[in-house]
């Protein structure tokens, strides 16, 4: 079993910056392809940006391509999402994703991870 606790959702203006994290608990976390989803109101989930057990390869939505940038830091168990140049269209809940079975980053996109954290809320005003 995997826990995961994001923190650092909250309240900004559009062209503001926020940096979410995610630090696991339980079985060894640097094997596990990490990711963050997002779902608005009304609107499905929507993969936003994974990373491989390593940290090398990332791979990130159109949406937020250029904007958004996730890292890991294996050392601490964690995974962050950097967030700038946010637009009211960003204003979600944001969710950490873990899998122990994905090749890659990419595949995360399409998939159902194992594990989920329970949610940050951002919301982003005009």
């Known amino acids: 079993q995997v826990q995961l606790v994001e923190s650092g959702g909250g309240l900004v203006q559009a062209g503001g910056s926020l940096r979410l994290s995610c630090t696991a608990s339980?079985?060894?976390?640097?094997?596990?392809?990490m990711g963050w989803f997002r779902q608005a109101p009304g609107k499905e989930r929507e993969f936003v940006a994974g990373i491989s057990w390593s940290g090398t390869n990332t791979y990130h939505a159109d949406s937020v391509k250029g904007r958004f940038t996730i890292s890991r830091d294996n050392a601490k168990n964690t995974v962050y999402l950097e967030m700038n140049s946010l637009k009211p269209e960003d204003t979600a809940v944001y969710y950490c994703?873990?899998?122990?079975?994905?090749?890659?980053?990419?595949?995360?996109?399409?998939?159902?991870?194992?594990?989920w954290g329970q949610g940050t809320q951002v919301t982003v005003s005009s």
């Open positions: 339980g079985r060894p976390f640097s094997t596990y392809v």
């Open positions: 994703a873990a899998d122990a079975f994905l090749g890659t980053p990419q595949a995360m996109r399409r998939s159902n991870p194992a594990y």
